[in-house]
Each structure stands twice: as C-alpha cells, then as structure tokens.
C-alpha cells in the first residue's frame, strides 16, 4: 500500500472574514504551470516525478463531515516536482510547492468516467524524457497505468479514507481539515504516483534549462511507445497526435 497522501495546493478561503489561521500560506500559492518550472533557489537534488493526474468530482456526506466519493472525470500528463534535499523541512508537501511553477499539467487531458478494471485507463501509459542541451534521455520505465502498486476502484477507497482519516504524524498532514478551511472545494486534481526511473533518471538531479517531457498514450494506438522522431516533435512543441498528450517543460 501507499504510505500516505499529501496536500501541494489549497485554495484562499472565498469568505471575507476568514482568519489568519484559515489561510494556509504554504500552500495558497498556485503552483501549476504547463510550460516552464521554477526552478527552486533553495534546496537541492531536483527531480521531475513523471505522473497520471486524476481530476476527480468531490461528493461529501450530508453533515460536511467527511468526503463520501470521488467520481473521476480526467486523466492528465503531470509533473510532481520535488525537492530532494531541503535543511529543516519536516514535512513532505514543504518539497513540493515552492511557489508560482513548482509543478505542472498537460493542457489536453483524457476523459473518462471510471478507472474500474478493464475500463479505459487500462489501455493508458505513461512515460517521460530530459532533454539537456542536444541530447534527449529516457527519463522513466514506460509505466501502464494497470500497473500501479494501487489502482482503479481500490485506489479511489484508499485515497477518501486517507482524506478522511489521515493525521499530522511524521512528514504527513492532515487532509479533510485542510478541504474545510478552502470551502469545501467541489472537484480535485490527484496525482496518482511516479513511476520508475531508468539509470539516467536515477543518477541525474535536474539543472536550469534542462526540458521535461512527461506522456500520456493509448497503449493500443502506440503498442511500442511514441517513436524518438514524435518525442522530439513534442519537445518542438508541435500538436500531439491523437492518443498522446502531453507536458513539455522549460527549467528556468
């Protein structure tokens, strides 16, 4: 099972009067972009986390006191960026939002109304790549969704009890509170875990001007993964061709 769940953005409270204490200032700076990331001035050891992120509708129980259900709706390219190495964090969401382009999603996403087994998830794969200067390497292991240490359904019961029973222990936090103080959001992007990273992606800490390319394919459409010629008109930033989509970032 996955260790635990984590928060790397929770909206402003809406309400006038809201407290100083209902405004979570680590993590009301929207950090989602689709074409550069910030690189962050501190810490160190920067990795890309190539991942699928699930948009999700929120059903809450009739008393506001726990989520009830998510209903999916999207399937998206995602990058969870994190810090690696940051002197005096204590908490794992501290890594990952840094402010404005500490993460970052694709444009176009996949709809979808379930990721039960056998539904069309399973046909979706992911994959990611690092251009540094001229030279593009494979970032990740291709990673079929299926193939995640949890998913479909399962995953969707795993992630509202953590939501709503997940407390501040360790490096992780509470979550529902954190729903509650932004007003009971209606919908959420989750992003659903890294895969695995090849040799290079191992022992390559990412630098300014480095290019991320993180992919979504319908495993039917592309049996063999995108070709190195459709990788490299990706990172050109031309229009990726039905049953891909996208995320290609900029360090900068």
Same mark, same amino acid.
């Given at each position: 099972?996955?260790?635990?769940?984590?928060?790397?953005?929770? /909206? %402003?409270? %809406?309400? #006038?009067?809201?407290?100083?204490?209902?405004?979570?200032?680590?993590?009301?700076?929207?950090? #989602?972009?689709?074409?550069?990331?910030?690189?962050?001035?501190?810490?160190?050891? #920067?990795?890309?986390? /190539?991942?699928?992120?699930?948009? &999700? =509708?929120?059903?809450?129980?009739?008393?506001? +006191?726990?989520?009830?259900?998510?209903?999916?709706?999207?399937?998206?390219?995602? !990058?969870? &960026?994190?810090?690696?190495?940051?002197?005096?964090?204590? $908490?794992?969401?501290?890594? $990952?939002?840094?402010?404005?382009?500490? $993460?970052?999603?694709?444009?176009?996403?996949? +709809?979808?109304?379930?990721?039960?087994?056998?539904?069309?998830?399973?046909?979706? &794969?992911? @994959?990611?790549?690092?251009?540094?200067?001229?030279?593009?390497?494979?970032?990740?292991?291709?990673?079929? @969704?299926?193939?995640?240490?949890?998913? %479909?359904?399962?995953?969707?019961?795993?992630?509202?009890?953590?939501?709503?029973? *997940?407390?501040?222990?360790?490096?992780?936090?509470?979550?529902?509170?954190?729903?509650? *103080?932004?007003?009971?959001?209606?919908?959420?992007?989750?992003?659903?875990?890294?895969?695995?990273?090849?040799?290079?992606?191992? !022992?390559?800490?990412?630098? /300014?001007? =480095?290019?991320?390319?993180?992919?979504?394919?319908?495993?039917? +459409?592309?049996?063999?993964?995108?070709?190195?010629?459709?990788?490299?008109?990706?990172?050109?930033?031309?229009?990726?061709?039905?049953?891909?989509?996208?995320? %290609?970032?900029?360090?900068?």
């Amino acid at each position: 099972m996955p260790p635990a769940v984590f928060t790397f953005y929770a /909206p %402003h409270p %809406h309400t #006038v009067d809201a407290t100083e204490d209902e405004i979570l200032q680590r993590l009301e700076n929207f950090p #989602v972009t689709n074409a550069v990331i910030d690189f962050p001035r501190q810490g160190g050891n #920067v990795q890309v986390e /190539p991942e699928m992120g699930l948009y &999700c =509708d929120i059903v809450y129980t009739k008393d506001g +006191r726990a989520v009830e259900r998510l209903v999916p709706r999207r399937i998206a390219a995602f !990058n969870d &960026c994190s810090i690696r190495q940051l002197d005096g964090s204590s $908490k794992l969401s501290e890594k $990952k939002n840094w402010g404005f382009g500490s $993460k970052g999603i694709s444009l176009r996403s996949f +709809r979808i109304n379930s990721i039960s087994r056998g539904s069309y998830v399973d046909q979706l &794969c992911m @994959a990611s790549y690092i251009k540094r200067g001229d030279q593009t390497f494979d970032y990740s292991i291709p990673a079929p @969704a299926r193939n995640y240490l949890l998913f %479909h359904d399962a995953l969707l019961d795993w992630i509202v009890e953590r939501i709503n029973t *997940q407390t501040d222990t360790d490096k992780w936090e509470e979550i529902f509170p954190r729903l509650v *103080q932004s007003d009971y959001p209606v919908s959420m992007w989750i992003a659903l875990g890294a895969g695995e990273y090849t040799d290079w992606g191992n !022992n390559n800490f990412l630098q /300014p001007k =480095d290019e991320t390319l993180v992919l979504i394919y319908d495993e039917k +459409r592309y049996p063999k993964g995108p070709s190195a010629g459709l990788v490299e008109s990706l990172f050109q930033d031309f229009d990726a061709p039905e049953g891909i989509i996208a995320l %290609h970032q900029t360090f900068v």
